[in-house]
């Protein structure tokens, strides 16, 4: 289906932006956890100061033996999206009215990217520590991906426009919270109940993060609604690209693809979540409660509200192609 109408969104975005600040920054210390309360990396390693480091160690690897080779490359792919986080925070400075001119702002805005950045920077450091210490990761294959990931870049098309940026972060915070979740219950179905702990712990921030970004939108939507609307169906016609979408491992051409099959094929992130995450930002948004709309505004309503199931039906159609190499396993199949 074409979305037949050109969609300008207007500059009032931010006044919108500015209307909103003092909003978000009294949001913003229940929107993130304070340092003192939060979980830090080395809560869920071992400690190499103690005197039992070794035997941690072993403990350690022993019980990362339980997971399975696909569950280990989704997890490294995982690991990869959210070590390229020097990418989303340049991307989010660059949102109009939401950028930090100083590097230490003190607007709402600029309060929220900053502790969001930290609050993630722990996602990819826990991962990448997690996956060294199991010694079953080709590391440097890893590293190399993680350094073609930041050197291609990540450009999700939002324009540097805020509200195409915070419907997409809402989308994305909600997908790695549901792929950190499913990595979480296949990881406990393993045997590996650490790991659960791990992404668990991980898909609870996304979870917190998922709630600020909609909230974010929702006083858009209050102050905006038709532009926010219209900006609703250009990112959902634009499709919402996945974060890491530009790795490369330096020789294989379709890493990306294949990693993305693995996830949908065990069940981590699969084109039906894609289906729900929209279902669920279309209700949470009241779309199809929006009245008094003019003829075009009408129009990307109804585009809006009908695409979740279009999705859902192409998902269940989805085949997938057989178990391919992956360098991050020294090229065991998965
Ligand atoms: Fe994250
Ligand atoms: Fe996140």
Not at 12 to 38: D, H, M, W
Not at 162 to 176: D, H, K, W
Not at 253 to 259: G, I, N, R, S, T
Request: with cysteine; aromatic share 10%.
């Amino acid at each position: 289906m074409e979305l037949a109408y050109p969609i300008e969104i207007s500059p009032s975005y931010l006044e919108v932006l500015n209307s909103i600040e003092a909003f978000v920054r009294g949001q913003v210390t229940s929107l993130l956890k304070p340092v003192v309360e939060s979980w830090q990396p080395s809560d869920f390693l071992p400690d190499m100061a103690s005197e039992n480091w070794a035997d941690s160690i072993s403990k350690f690897r022993e019980r990362a033996k339980a997971l399975p080779d696909d569950l280990l490359v989704v997890l490294v792919g995982d690991m990869i999206t959210e070590e390229a986080l020097p990418s989303y925070q340049s991307w989010l400075n660059r949102l109009k009215g939401v950028i930090d001119y100083s590097g230490a702002d003190e607007s709402g805005w600029a309060l929220w990217s900053r502790g969001w950045t930290a609050e993630e920077n722990r996602h990819g450091d826990l991962l990448n520590k997690y996956l060294y210490l199991t010694g079953r990761v080709n590391m440097r294959s890893v590293e190399t991906t993680i350094h073609h990931l930041i050197t291609n870049g990540f450009n999700p098309q939002t324009e540097n426009n805020p509200y195409l940026g915070f419907i997409y972060t809402s989308f994305q915070e909600r997908a790695t919270k549901i792929s950190h979740r499913n990595v979480a219950t296949l990881a406990a179905k393993a045997g590996e109940d650490h790991l659960q702990k791990i992404c668990g712990m991980i898909a609870g921030d996304e979870a917190r993060h998922e709630k600020a970004y909609k909230l974010f939108m929702t006083k858009i939507f209050e102050v905006d609604p038709v532009n926010a609307l219209q900006a609703f169906a250009k990112m959902l016609k634009t499709k919402i690209v996945m974060p890491a979408s530009l790795m490369h491992d330096g020789n294989d051409e379709h890493l990306f693809a294949k990693f993305s099959n693995v996830a949908q094929r065990i069940g981590v992130y699969t084109a039906y979540d894609y289906a729900e995450i929209i279902e669920d930002l279309v209700s949470h948004w009241n779309i199809s409660g929006m009245t008094s709309l003019s003829g075009v505004a009408s129009k990307a309503q109804d585009y809006i509200c009908s695409l979740s199931d279009r999705y859902k039906k192409l998902a269940d159609r989805i085949k997938f192609p057989p178990k391919e190499k992956f360098s991050w396993i020294y090229d065991r199949e998965a």
